[in-house]
């Protein structure tokens, strides 16, 4: 019987443990170097998202998340890397960062997958990381600059669609510059099925 109470106590206090352990995570981005600017803005808008979910409780049983910042540089690949080891060596459990493409995909390959550390990039844009062999580790939340440009040609084609439609428009509706003859008759004969032949033949040829 005694026994059996000392187990149970140990049980509780394991769990209690637990409980209100610490969730150790990286803020890895460039504190030094082109970007300093802009990364403790990076930092402070995690670490207040890693306070919410700590101060409310409801983190895995009230687990509570202190993270560790490193600095990438941005741009010295190496000194990245061991920093990233560094952090490593204090227990984190994920990454948050990097930030510029290189130092990412180095941290990414020689640090995060070979240790099994979830690393997640708020910035890193090079399609190269799309392919990255990251077991399932690596995540970003900005869109690959492939993407990026796939976006940007499709608004540029909505645009010279929109000059055209106007252009179009123009044609048929200004009274001060008549249309082309071709078209007035079309249009006083109200021949709408031509009319838009007419219309989808501007709108999609090439000038």
């Given at each position: 019987?005694?026994?059996?109470?000392?187990a149970a106590i140990m049980s509780l206090s394991l769990l209690a443990t637990s409980a209100f352990a610490e969730i150790k995570v990286g803020i890895i981005l460039g504190f030094t170097g082109p970007i300093e600017s802009l990364t403790p803005s990076m930092a402070?808008?995690?670490?207040?998202a890693f306070d919410e979910a700590s101060d409310s409780g409801a983190l895995l049983g009230g687990e509570t998340i202190t993270p560790i910042r490193a600095d990438s540089t941005c741009v010295d690949s190496a000194a990245a890397t061991t920093a990233a080891e560094g952090l490593i060596a204090q227990g984190i459990a994920a990454i948050m960062g990097a930030d510029c493409s290189g130092v990412t995909g180095a941290i990414a390959s020689n640090v995060a997958v070979p240790n099994g550390v979830v690393m997640i990039s708020p910035s890193a844009t090079s399609p190269g990381l799309t392919t990255l062999d990251d077991k399932g580790l690596f995540f970003r939340t900005a869109p690959s600059d492939a993407r990026g440009g796939q976006i940007l040609r499709s608004e540029e084609h909505t645009s010279e669609l929109q000059s055209r439609t106007n252009l179009v428009c123009r044609l048929l509706l200004d009274k001060k510059n008549p249309p082309p003859p071709l078209l007035t008759h079309l249009n006083t004969t109200h021949n709408k099925y031509s009319i838009r032949a007419i219309y989808f033949s501007i709108l999609f040829s090439k000038y």
């Open positions: 019987m005694k026994k059996l109470f000392i402070a808008s995690a670490e207040l």
